[in-house]
Structure formats: structure tokens, C-alpha cells
């Protein structure tokens, strides 16, 4: 071969593969989006028992991916919402689902790519709904795969004889050679933190004649599974130990199925050349008969399992606190409420330890710290999906008028916290930002003005997270004193806005340094204006516990019947009038009216 044509053969190969995992992406990401909330809803339930959280993280693996299904399942862990023990069903799912989506792409379907990729196009341009237009999305991803595969395979299949010798190492024949196919295929799938994207290739080299052997694509397939296990590794890294050690429980999982398939390679072969002809499709059923193989064997064993991954991880930290919202306590509503004022408490909690995160990442800029913070609010917003989902299934029971308005308040507070953590987030961000710019740095009595306002508003956030106790009656009174100290910190703004603004005008600071202070400044004050918010929601006569109702069985909802809608045409042409204001403001006379344009007259 020319140095023209090995050039035009390696681009091909290059750009195959990038269409393959472009496509893989855009499938991936169109399924996710069509099912939209339910596949969040379908791992919230994977805990109710071992085979269900097989089944249904088997379901989320063949949407997702094993990458992004596991990186969800520490997520859950990580924000208490799952333990360690009730991850390994999900994770094990994971696995299968992947497997069985592999199954899809190994059939002979790729001279129906470009169907797949026109009419997903079409779908994802013009279909009325989110849901048809993701799902279009989906189909184009699926066409941008297979075509990706006949790229691939079109560009190799005249040179095939030329890339034997480079593959001669890759095989099952012997120890060596399956142990160095598998660090091949392991580090190349972890460079693309994509088993599919490997296997696809896999599957691409056998149309393309490089593969003719099930002794080949052995050790490419079995490599793929540690390599994968990458993604959930990465995702999980500023996550809690909990979350961590169930990103450890992937690759142990998977070194194992792998450990097992090697010992058992002659049985596994007999079973994988018998269940099909083509080597694609073998290489498929290797695939999934490995991986629900494994999962078979350590499914009975969650809870030894979560204990082994204990102690392959050791750590000094605490365990992190698990959720409150036990769907068990549903049917006692009563407690399901104390449940959910406890749930505010941890994010309340995790707020001030946000606050302190911060401390970090404004005076040393330390990016470890941002990434342990984002992590952090990403838990914050996880926790306020489950909350409403949980407050929504409390509400098909039977609430008294004061649980109705509890109820209320507990997801205007849940939603204030959740803004909280927001404003943190931005607030590490400008601290980012400033430390790119020398010149924004301001002098020491200025920063001490500034963090004694950001140490007045953790106070505030401090006495909301206390406050936030059901095992004490006086929510009002607490409530009361966050109000207290919300006004200590109005003052101290207003002082610290002052001396900021005659600093600046005194030349004492930059002009970028004040534009920081104020960027800092309208974020903090925000925050403490969404505790406030809690506050007045405790200050409520029904933001309140009964005792005497902790044990009440909840009585079945009533019958309910839907109101007559409204008529939507006589709203809206109200709306369009605007009718509505001459009832409060007075017309403006007509030498006072605006000229037309909207500017001066």
C-alpha cells in the first residue's frame, strides 16, 4: 500500500469508529430522554427486592448502557437513596441489559442504516411530541451505529491479509494469549469508556474477514467487561465512600465474570459455538452468557458481597446518612411527614457542609473541593425529585386538613433548600473564575468584611438545618430565631455594600475585585432569602407534628370527582386584554401615556 492509501484506510477506520460511538451516544441519549423520569423511577424501586432490582436495572442497562447506568446507581447510593447492599441487584442488571442491547446490534441489520438514520432525522425535526422526537433521536443513533460498522468493515476487508500478523497475539488458544487480548481490549474500551464501542469494532473486524475464529474475539469481548467499569470509577470519585465502594462492586463484578470465563473457557466455548453458527452472533451470545451467568451466581449473595467491598475499600470516613423516606411509613402519614421534615434536615446539613466546601474553594481555589461540592448538589437535587415522588404518593391517602397543608409547606421548604444548594454551586464558581485573575483579588480588610457576611449567612443556614427537628415541638419559636438572624445579616449586608462601594470609588480595589464582591454578594443574599423562606413556612400553625397521630393507619382517599374544566379560549383572550388592571391602576392620563415605540416621547 501506498503512504496515500494507508492514510485514506486509517481516516476510514477513524471515522467509522467515531460514527459507531457518535451513534451509540445519540441512541443512548435519545432512549434516556423518551423515557424521561422513568428510568429514576425504575432504580428507586430496585431496592424492593433482589430479582426486581435484577429486572429492572437489566431494563435501565439496555436503554442506558452499563457506563451510564451504574454511574445512576452510585448516584443513588451517593445520595442515600439506595445502600450499598441493594446496588448490587441493579448493577448486576447493568450488566445484562448492555449485553442484551449488544444483541440487537449483532444482527445482519446494516443495509437498513440509512432508513433507520432518514426516518430518525425526520422524527427527531417534525414529530409533535418531546417523547416521538427523542425517540427519533434514538433511530438516528441506532442508523449512525450500523453505518459506522459498514465503514469500518469496508475499509479493512481488502487490507485483512495485512492486519493478521498484528493480530496473531490476540487469541484464545493459549493462557498468554488470552491475557494479553484482554489488556488490549480492557485499555482500548477504557480509552473510549465504551464496551459497546469495542465490541462493535469486535463485530465490524468479523464482517471485514480480519476475525474468522471464536478463539479471536474471545479475550475482545471478555476485556471489554474491566474496561467499561472506567466510567462509574470516574463518576464516583468526589462521591461518598458508600457511592465509591459501589462503582468498586462494578469491576469486581466484572474481573470476576471475566476470572470465570478464562478458567472455564472450554466449557464456555463448547456452550457458545453450540447456541449459534455466526461468529457475530457467537460473539454476542459470549457476551450475555457470561454476564447473566454472573449475575445468577452473586444475586443470592448482595449483602456478603456489600460486606467484601467494605473491606477491599476500608475508610475512616462516617457512612453517609441514609434517606428518611421509607415508603413503608406511607401508610401512616403521620410519620411519613416527621420522615420528610428529617429528609430536609440531611439536605439542610449537607448545605452547611457546602457552605464550609466553599470556605475551601474561595481561599485556595482547590478544585478537588469544586468537584466534592458539585457532587454534593447534584445529591441535593436527586433527593428533591424522591421527595415530591414521595410526597406525591402520600397524597393518595386520606390527609386532614392540617397534613394537607403540612404536606405543602414540606415541598415549598424542599424547593427552597434545593435553590440553596444552586446558589452554592454558583458561588464556588465565581470563586473559580476570580482566582484566574490576579487583578480581581481585593485587599485583606475588604475579604474580611466579605467573609465574616458569608460566615453571618452559614449562622443562618446552621439554625434552619437545627430547626428542621420533628422530635421538637416548637418549629415557630426556632423559626423565629433564623428570622432573628436573617436580620443580622440584612444589616451587615447593607454596611458591607456600603464600604464595598467606597472602596471602589476610593480606588482601593479593582473594578474587576468589586464586580466579583457584588457577583458574590447577590448569590449570598439570595441564599439566605430562600432560608428566610423556610422560615415562614415553620412559622405556620400547621407546620406542626400530632403525636397522637404518629400510629394512625392513613384511611382510604375519597371518591373524587373532577371539576368542569375551564374554558381555556376565555382565560386566555383575558389574558390578552389585560382587562384585569383597570380593577387596581388608575388609567394614566393621556398626556402621561407613552409614546407609541415604548421610548420618550
Not at 503512504?3 to 432512549?31: A, D, K, N, P
Not at 447493568?94 to 438514520?117: D, E, K, P, R
Not at 464496551?195 to 471489554?224: K, N
Not at 447577590?522 to 407534628?545: G, T, Y
Request: aromatic letters at 8%.
Amino acid at each position: 500500500m501506498s503512504g496515500r492509501e494507508w492514510m485514506f484506510m486509517v481516516f476510514q477506520v477513524i471515522g467509522g469508529m467515531s460514527l459507531f460511538i457518535f451513534g451509540m451516544h445519540v441512541m443512548t441519549r435519545g432512549l434516556r430522554a423518551a423515557a424521561g423520569e422513568a428510568l429514576r423511577v425504575i432504580l428507586a424501586r430496585t431496592g424492593r427486592s433482589r430479582v426486581q432490582g435484577l429486572v429492572l436495572g437489566t431494563l435501565v442497562g439496555f436503554l442506558a448502557h452499563s457506563g451510564a447506568a451504574t454511574t445512576m446507581v452510585a448516584g443513588f447510593v451517593n445520595a442515600g437513596l439506595m445502600g450499598l447492599a441493594e446496588s448490587v441487584p441493579p448493577m448486576l442488571g447493568a450488566n445484562v441489559g448492555t449485553a442484551l442491547s449488544m444483541q440487537l446490534i449483532s444482527f445482519h441489520i446494516g443495509a437498513y442504516c440509512w432508513m433507520a438514520i432518514g426516518i430518525g432525522f425526520i422524527l427527531s425535526m417534525v414529530a409533535p411530541g418531546e417523547r416521538a422526537r427523542e425517540s427519533g433521536n434514538a433511530l438516528l443513533g441506532f442508523g449512525l451505529l450500523f453505518l459506522g460498522m459498514t465503514t469500518i468493515s469496508e475499509a479493512i476487508a481488502p487490507h485483512k491479509d495485512m492486519l493478521a500478523p498484528w493480530l496473531a497475539h490476540i487469541h484464545g488458544e493459549t493462557w498468554t494469549g488470552r491475557l494479553i487480548g484482554v489488556a488490549i481490549s480492557a485499555a482500548l474500551t477504557a480509552a473510549v469508556t465504551s464496551s459497546g464501542a469495542i465490541i462493535g469494532l469486535c463485530f465490524a473486524l468479523i464482517g471485514a474477514g480480519v476475525f474468522t475464529q471464536f478463539d479471536q474475539v474471545f479475550p475482545i469481548v471478555l476485556g471489554s467487561h474491566i474496561g467499561t467499569c472506567i466510567v462509574a470509577l470516574t463518576a464516583s470519585a468526589a462521591m461518598n465512600v458508600e457511592a465509591r465502594r459501589s462503582a468498586l462492586g462494578h469491576l469486581v463484578f466484572n474481573l470476576f465474570n471475566v476470572a470465570l470465563a478464562l478458567l472455564a473457557y472450554p466449557l464456555v466455548r463448547a456452550a457458545v459455538l453450540w447456541s449459534a453458527d455466526g461468529l457475530t452472533r457467537q460473539a454476542a451470545n459470549l457476551h450475555l452468557f457470561v454476564m447473566t451467568a454472573v449475575s445468577l451466581i452473586v444475586l443470592p449473595a448482595s449483602k456478603p458481597v456489600a460486606g467484601l467491598l467494605r473491606r477491599l475499600w476500608p475508610s475512616s470516613e462516617p457512612p453517609p446518612e441514609p434517606s428518611h423516606l421509607d415508603v413503608e411509613l406511607l401508610e401512616k402519614p403521620e410519620q411519613a411527614l416527621c420522615a420528610s421534615i428529617r429528609e430536609l434536615r440531611r439536605m439542610a446539613a449537607l448545605c452547611v457542609r457546602c457552605m464550609d466546601t466553599n470556605g475551601v474553594v474561595m481561599l485556595k481555589g482547590c478544585r478537588t473541593s469544586l468537584r466534592r461540592l458539585y457532587a454534593d448538589e447534584e445529591v441535593i437535587n436527586e433527593v428533591k425529585k424522591a421527595m415530591y415522588r414521595y410526597l406525591g404518593h402520600l397524597t393518595d391517602r386520606y390527609l386532614s386538613r392540617r397534613q394537607t397543608l403540612f404536606l405543602q409547606h414540606v415541598g415549598r421548604c424542599m424547593k427552597d433548600l434545593e435553590r440553596i444548594g444552586d446558589h452554592l454551586t454558583a458561588i464556588a464558581d465565581i470563586s473559580i473564575e476570580r482566582w484566574k485573575h490576579p487583578e480581581a483579588m481585593v485587599p485583606e480588610p475588604m475579604f474580611r468584611v466579605w467573609f465574616d457576611l458569608f460566615c453571618a449567612a452559614k449562622e443562618v443556614l446552621v439554625m434552619t438545618e437545627q430547626s428542621l427537628n420533628p422530635d421538637l415541638d416548637d418549629f415557630q419559636g426556632r423559626a423565629l430565631s433564623i428570622l432573628e438572624a436573617r436580620d443580622r445579616y440584612v444589616i451587615m449586608s447593607m454596611d458591607a455594600k456600603a464600604e464595598f462601594a467606597g472602596a471602589a470609588e476610593a480606588k482601593t480595589i479593582t473594578p474587576l475585585g468589586g464586580y466579583y464582591l457584588s457577583r458574590y454578594m447577590a448569590d449570598l443574599d439570595r441564599l439566605v432569602r430562600h432560608a428566610k423562606s423556610v422560615a415562614f413556612a415553620e412559622r405556620q400553625p400547621d407546620f406542626r407534628v400530632k403525636r397522637t397521630k404518629l400510629d394512625r393507619e392513613a384511611k382510604p382517599a375519597g371518591a373524587y370527582e373532577p371539576p368542569t374544566p375551564v374554558k381555556a379560549e376565555d382565560y386566555l383572550a383575558r389574558l390578552q386584554r389585560m382587562d384585569w388592571l383597570s380593577d387596581s391602576e388608575p388609567a394614566l392620563p393621556e398626556e402621561k401615556r407613552p409614546a407609541p415605540g415604548g421610548g420618550p416621547g
